[in-house]
């Protein structure tokens, strides 16, 4: 008999959407951006921007409203998916954020600081798929799983103070499903053995 419950721990709930844009179809990137919407975590609730590319020098930037859930991430989680975003001497800074849209035409998270003020939009959406990772599937990160709904988009833009990046999004496979390099990521939730 399969139960219907997950044994591990919660460890967060929310979202991790992101921007991935290349410069060509080689690896590398004109500006990679992950933006948490957290509901529930250790460190509380909030939002944070990781950041890194061709509008920011190609300098790691970190915009929250909560500092201690950004911190926190880059350690349990940012450390596993982009190490450019961990160093603890990266200054957080203070920003509001919102969004607009939906995922049947366009979505733009609104990202404002004293000083910036971004737009990470995606459109031109795949199917959405539910991607599953289930504890001790991932050999680089053993102890933890991941359940995400992951809404492809074949196209997005992000500014920065009105400029606009130069990169494009790549299309990609993600097991069999059509996917991109930018991605919504809706009902993410992390767990811990």
């Known amino acids: 008999m399969t139960s ?4 591990n ?3 967060l709930t929310g979202e991790n959407s992101f921007i991935r844009l290349h410069e060509d179809e080689d690896a590398r990137f ?8 957290i509901l529930h975590s250790p460190s ?9 590319g061709d509008l920011t020098d190609k300098e790691p930037r970190i915009y929250s409203d909560n ?5 926190w991430l880059q350690n349990e989680i940012e450390q596993l998916l982009n190490p450019d975003f961990t160093n603890s001497n990266i200054p957080v800074i203070d ?4 969004r607009e849209g939906d995922p049947l035409t366009t979505v733009t998270e609104i990202i404002e600081s004293d000083e910036d003020s971004i737009l990470m939009s995606w459109y031109d959406f795949e ?11 991932n050999p680089d990160r053993p102890h933890l799983g991941v359940y995400s709904c992951f809404i492809p988009a074949r196209r997005a833009q992000l500014t920065i103070n009105g400029v606009v990046s ?13 996917s991109s390099s930018s991605c919504l990521a809706w009902s993410e939730t992390w767990v811990k053995s």
């Open 67 to 71: 500092i201690a859930m950004a911190r």
């Open 95 to 98: 920003a509001v954020f919102n």
């Open 30 to 37: 004109a500006i990679k951006a992950s933006h948490w919407r």
């Open 4 to 7: 219907n419950f997950d044994s």
């Open 127 to 137: 199917k959405p798929f539910m991607m599953t990772m289930a504890v001790g599937s």
């Open 166 to 178: 130069t990169g494009h999004t790549k299309l990609e496979k993600r097991g069999s499903n059509e």
């Open 9 to 11: 721990n919660v460890l």
């Open 44 to 52: 509380g609730s909030g939002h944070v921007l990781y950041i890194k």
